[in-house]
């Protein structure tokens, strides 16, 4: 079983929808937890950094720490055809800087 | 301030040869990361230089190595390649001190091996 499980999708929504990303975890001791977005034939760019539990909000994007359920999830409102890519979450240990992915979900949000 | 650089963008290589890919860190950067990405595995972590030291190094084989350099630039070398090594190889870095180390991507180096 991987330390972090993430749904590969594709997920298909229309521009101007809502969308949830999730991702779940086995390991208690990740304290870090980062949203990265993938366009195709580039290297991942940081969306969202959260440290323990709670929310944070930037923009359009939300993202939400749950460590008691080991769940976390990252929400668009108002999806734009621009925001269609790979999105990659990603979690460590304090201390160490070694990231363990997701296997990332693909987005297609199409007008 | 200039992002990750890596260099060379692609390369192909024959079974058995080696290569060498570059990486130049944010301004400021001490850590230098290097992950594999591959459409079955997805992305992995290969190993982190903080201060010319190797920090943390994942689960590859020995024919893969790193180094990095005063300035915090970082090489990656693969030795006698494999099929299997063709993998997009991306570089993070970041500042390296503390805990929170937010890592910064670049584009990748796309390595095909025929």
């Known amino acids: 079983q991987k330390e972090v499980e993430q749904d590969p999708g594709p997920l298909s929504v229309p521009e101007g929808a809502i969308v949830s990303l999730n991702c779940t975890y086995s390991?208690?001791?990740?304290?870090?937890f980062m949203w990265y977005r993938q366009y195709s034939r580039k290297g991942p760019e940081l969306l969202m950094y959260t440290y323990s539990s709670g929310n944070k909000e930037d923009g359009r994007f939300t993202a939400q720490v749950d460590k008691s359920s080991k769940y976390i999830s990252l929400f668009i409102r108002d999806s734009q055809p621009s925001d269609s890519a790979t999105y990659l979450c990603?979690?460590?240990?304090?201390?160490?800087?070694?990231?363990?992915f997701g296997a990332g979900t693909r987005l297609a949000v199409h007008p | 301030k200039a992002g990750v650089t890596q260099t060379p963008r692609y390369l192909i290589k024959t079974r058995g040869q080696q290569v060498t890919l570059s990486c130049s860190p944010i301004s400021g950067h001490r850590s230098v990361s290097w992950y594999q990405q591959t459409p079955g595995q997805g992305l992995q972590f290969l190993f982190e230089?903080?201060?010319?030291?190797?920090?943390n190094k994942g689960n590859f084989p020995g024919r893969f190595s790193g180094r990095q350099f005063s300035n915090s630039r970082s090489e990656m070398n693969v030795s006698t390649l494999e099929l299997g090594d063709s993998a997009l190889y991306l570089c993070a870095s970041s500042l390296g001190g503390g805990s929170e180390n937010i890592q910064y991507f670049g584009a990748g180096t796309r390595l095909s091996v025929l």
């Open positions: 230089y903080f201060s010319e030291t190797q920090r």
């Open positions: 990603a979690m460590k240990p304090g201390g160490y800087n070694k990231l363990i």
């Open positions: 390991n208690s001791a990740f304290q870090y």
